[in-house]
């Protein structure tokens, strides 16, 4: 994968039309504003505002072998018997590699201005090792089979050559770039828990044939922090003046709310955005770990060389944040906790929960990990705003996630009420922020489609749009209409609101 490597094959025509298209393809429509009802209030979101979907490269395209593309990370975990809830893989998935003209004109329905996709690593460039993309996830196989891929220091040189092609290939067109998504969640999930590949992990964390969780995370996130700093080096150097562009990276949040009123839990619930999010913006934007990290886990870290401090320093324009849900944290340096997620000291000694005396932070849902609890969104916009100085934002994941009961219908799942009041209360919850003085500039909905969710395979649906896994059809759901609607009536809104000038630089 490196500029060293001998051969390398390079897109199809067919796959260079198909990213093409993706890139070309129009994505504003007109509304029937007589439908809607006006508001007396003027549009809290500014005039630029981005309002979108997002999809991910593995979980919806298919082909996973057509016109010359390589085995990715994801390819070769899912089909290992046992790692995939429902024995599934994203071979096929929803076929959004072929289908892609009919999803534009769902993407076109919904009135929004915007899309987030990612490029699979292993299908611009097939013969490579696998690796993270300027992506999700998914990454070329023959990086792990050759130098263990984020445990080396040689990823973020390949990974550096991969941006470049893409930023040459496509950065005419292309003027937001996300190097790397959700690196937190990936160390945790591939290198603590291993239940991502490369499966990596030890006990009390999992039971892997290879890994050590205490170690092996950190090697990971520091090689994945400069992986991309070479990446915006390289955009700041040789792209970004003459496309005019802006980069960032995209992090998981989750809000972290004290069990109590107490200093301890309140301190704990810092920790546990340090060993979290702060782990990786905080070196980005400020250069170094989080004091709480290094506190704890110092002598563990991997130090930053003089050279690595220097690349750092060119940060990023804009921060990316998935955000679904959150938890409570309990202080386990001064408490006694009994085992469980964020207990131990390389997670900080911060107990994490979603129940508080029996009680959920929120509504329950279908899938364990996910309780509604709209308020988290605003908090974790302030926090954000607060430590990163109002760094520019894009909510670039937030959504409604149900696990597909064997008696469901589906007219229940085109009538997903739940998700539209989800989406409905963590909106007014961004407004509250954006009101604040937050400099959010866009939201995308998780997900435009149903599509092939990690190791829940096909059981689990987060899209706007069911679809029916047997034949691929496509069709809207209330949800759909509904997010339409809302982008329409904010657009009326704001067209009638009077002409303002925004405080905040645009990119």
Not at 167 to 191: A, C, H
Not at 278 to 292: Q, R, T, V
Request: glycine share 6%.
């Amino acid at each position: 994968m490196s500029k060293h490597t001998a051969a390398m094959n390079f897109p199809t025509v067919d796959t260079a039309l198909f990213l093409l298209m993706m890139l070309l393809s129009p994505l504003f429509i007109s509304c029937d504003q007589t439908t809607l009802k006006q508001s007396l209030d003027p549009s809290p979101f500014p005039s630029n505002f981005l309002f979108g979907t997002s999809t991910s490269s593995y979980q919806v395209e298919g082909a996973y072998l057509s016109e010359g593309k390589g085995l990715s990370n994801w390819d070769v975990f899912t089909h290992t018997p046992g790692n995939i809830d429902d024995g599934s893989s994203g071979d096929v998935a929803v076929d959004h590699y072929h289908r892609y003209l009919e999803d534009i004109d769902l993407i076109e329905s919904l009135g929004v201005n915007s899309y987030r996709f990612s490029i699979s690593w292993a299908r611009i460039l097939p013969r490579i090792q696998p690796f993270v993309t300027l992506t999700q996830f998914d990454s070329p196989q023959e990086i792990e089979d050759k130098y263990r891929a984020w445990l080396s220091p040689e990823s973020q040189e390949d990974f550096g050559y991969f941006a470049d092609i893409c930023f040459k290939s496509f950065g005419d067109r292309v003027k937001y770039w996300f190097t790397i998504n959700e690196p937190n969640m990936q160390v945790n999930l591939s290198y603590r828990l291993g239940g991502h590949p490369p499966a990596h992990c030890s006990q009390p964390f999992g039971n892997c044939s290879q890994g050590n969780s205490e170690e092996e995370p950190f090697i990971a996130a520091h090689n994945l922090i400069l992986s991309h700093a070479t990446a915006v080096d390289i955009y700041r150097t040789k792209y970004q003046k003459d496309q005019g562009g802006s980069i960032g990276i995209i992090l998981n949040t989750v809000w972290f709310e004290p069990i109590s009123n107490s200093t301890a839990d309140k301190l704990a619930a810092e920790r546990a955005q340090s060993f979290y999010m702060n782990w990786f913006l905080d070196p980005i934007i400020y250069g170094k770990y989080p004091a709480e990290m290094m506190n704890i886990v110092g002598s563990t870290l991997p130090k930053f060389s003089s050279r690595d401090t220097e690349k750092l320093k060119q940060g990023l324009d804009f921060i990316g944040i998935n955000h679904y849900t959150s938890i409570y944290v309990q202080d386990c340096i001064f408490s006694l906790c009994k085992p469980g997620p964020g207990a131990s000291k390389t997670e900080g000694f911060c107990l994490q929960s979603s129940q508080k005396h029996g009680v959920p932070i929120g509504e329950p849902t279908t899938l364990f990990w996910l309780n509604v609890y709209p308020q988290g969104m605003w908090k974790i916009i302030k926090y954000i705003k607060e430590r990163y100085k109002n760094t520019p934002m894009f909510i670039t994941e937030n959504g409604y996630g149900e696990i597909s009961m064997p008696n469901s219908s589906t007219e229940d799942l085109l009538n997903d009420v739940k998700r539209v009041e989800y989406m409905a209360s963590y909106l007014d919850a961004l407004i509250t922020a954006v009101r604040d003085g937050a400099d959010v500039r866009g939201y995308f909905v998780w997900s435009l489609l149903d599509s092939f969710e990690w190791t829940y395979g096909y059981t689990s649906r987060f899209g706007l749009h069911h679809v029916d896994f047997a034949t691929l059809k496509r069709t809207p759901k209330l949800s759909a209409t509904w997010y339409k609607h809302f982008i329409a009536k904010h657009k009326l809104i704001k067209s009638q609101s009077p002409k303002h000038t925004s405080k905040h630089p645009q990119f």
